[in-house]
């Protein structure tokens, strides 16, 4: 179950090390990241990278290793159902309020109403916009299930802050869980989906595209 993988997981630690880690032994490369051929018979694909003008210390880049190319994905279709009905997308047609403004939680689904992460966001505040890849977005969120499909973030990354129980995150880098006083940085371009360990109304903010973070 969900439960007992949880207590089995393990954390890679440190701040602005270089990480690795595999499903299988054996399914890395080793001594190099593109290899004519890989272990497994697995596709070697950068996610992301910094430009090769940068110093060896600033020169970052995640790789995956993938069993499907992602070119061989199926293609994007429009989502039938109103997922994100409560979500605003342009901000230029709204008026600012300079008075100070106070929310309260996001209504839970009435009669245990099935909802998902996407389907429980709600916006808040937000300036810029998405398809000029510069703004922010800040929403709130109630959901009570877990998404059955994965989504791909291709606008900003989003930061996710449980206020009210926890998390399982299944991403496109491995297993992640989420409790309270614990922060989730999602990367943009990456997919995942979202389980429920137990009922979190929460606070997320999609951020734009930003450096890798680094202590003050």
Known sequence: SMSDNKHNRTYLRGFGNEFESEALP???PRGQNNPQRCPRGLYAEQLSGSS??????KNLR???????PTVDEEEFVQDDEDV???VATKYDHLDGNPNQLRWKPAPLAPDG???????GLWSIAGAGDPSAKK???IYMYACNTSMKDAFYNSDGDLLIVPQTGSLSIRTEFGQLDVEQSKFLLFR???SCDLLLSSLPPCLPASLPPC???SLP
Request: net charge positive.
């Open 52 to 57: 090769f003008t940068m110093t060896r210390s």
């Open 84 to 86: 994100f009905k409560h």
């Open 26 to 28: 054996g399914s890395l």
């Open 188 to 190: 943009v371009f990456c």
């Open 135 to 137: 703004g922010v977005a």
């Open 62 to 68: 995640s790789w995956l290793y993938r069993t499907m």
């Open 113 to 119: 109403t099935p909802v998902t992460f996407l389907q």
């Open 211 to 213: 450096l890798p973070a």
